[in-house]
């Protein structure tokens, strides 16, 4: 894994990344996107930081999902030198819609450590705007529900689809 560098690290800290690709007749989706913190201000950070949309269903905006995310990373630091656990490691998805993601905590060494989040959300086939893994992906306003049903997808599904990709299986 490539830890971004201050040097090497775009908008005082923040690097973002995403790439797409065509698999099983699906557009994937891929962001990647980290943060340099230093080591003593990380809790700061995560409580003054409201940025990370993984989904429309799952964002920092609100008390709980942040919570989790801050525990989550917090979690990662606690034992950052043998390595994560269960709690805090792996692969997460969405409950709503076609999306996964991972929080991972790198250390920069003496510069800090590096926060970051990748999600794979598989956006359908594209053929229609009514593909429901297409609608479930959008934002919706107050007065329009998302549709009742989750998306079942085995776990890392999605994640393994992209990935084989960009490997050349």
């Not at 656990?85 to 792996?90: A, F, K, V």
């Not at 929080?103 to 429901?132: C, F, M, Q």
Request: glycine share 8%; net charge neutral; with cysteine.
């Amino acid at each position: 894994m490539h830890i971004p560098t201050s040097k090497s690290m775009l908008h005082g800290g923040y690097y973002p990344s995403s790439d797409a690709r065509i698999v099983a007749d699906e557009l994937i989706l891929r962001f990647k996107y980290g943060v340099l913190v230093q080591s003593s201000s990380i809790s700061a950070y995560l409580n003054d930081h409201k940025f990370w949309i993984l989904c429309p269903h799952i964002n920092t905006f609100y008390g709980n999902q942040k919570r989790q995310m801050m525990d989550l990373i917090e979690c990662q630091l606690q034992h950052r030198d043998t390595g994560s656990c269960e709690n805090c490691s792996g692969l997460r998805q969405c409950h709503a819609c076609p999306t996964e993601y991972e929080i991972k905590v790198y250390s920069a060494g003496a510069t800090g450590h590096v926060l970051e989040v990748t999600t794979w959300r598989s956006l359908g086939s594209g053929r229609t705007p009514n593909d429901p893994k297409w609608q479930q992906q959008l934002e919706h306003d107050k007065n329009t529900p998302y549709r009742s049903c989750a998306f079942a997808f085995k776990p890392g599904s999605i994640r393994s689809a992209f990935e084989s990709q960009e490997n050349g299986d």
